[in-house]
């Protein structure tokens, strides 16, 4: 599901293997595997941010990468779908 979808992808609170889904769809994009860069969304800020802080590492991770400007969190559904409406993936560039 992840190489299929380019368009981005959401995630929900979970566990480990979200957390492994988060950072599989983070190594495509670090690498253009698919010479797409796909947004990447949270939902549930403070879940992501304290409870289960994947997106500080995240963060951390995409430093001077495409895909850094492609990640983003909501705590609205609505605001999801509209972000995801609006933000396309961007052609894969590889850095020097």
């Known amino acids: 599901m992840l190489a ?14 979200t957390v492994q889904e988060i ?12 010479q797409l860069v796909s947004p990447m969304v949270f939902f549930g800020t403070d879940y992501w941010q304290a409870t289960l802080p994947a997106l500080p590492l995240l963060r951390q991770l995409a430093t001077n990468r495409q895909y850094a400007q492609l990640i983003a969190t909501f705590d609205d559904p609505h605001a999801i779908v509209a972000y995801l409406l609006t933000t396309a993936p961007i052609v894969y560039t590889p850095t020097a």
Not at 23 to 34: D, I, K, L, P, S
């Open 4 to 17: 299929i979808a380019n368009r981005g992808i959401i995630f929900a609170p979970g566990s480990a293997g």
């Open 23 to 34: 950072f599989m769809e983070a190594t495509q994009n670090h690498y253009g595997v698919f």
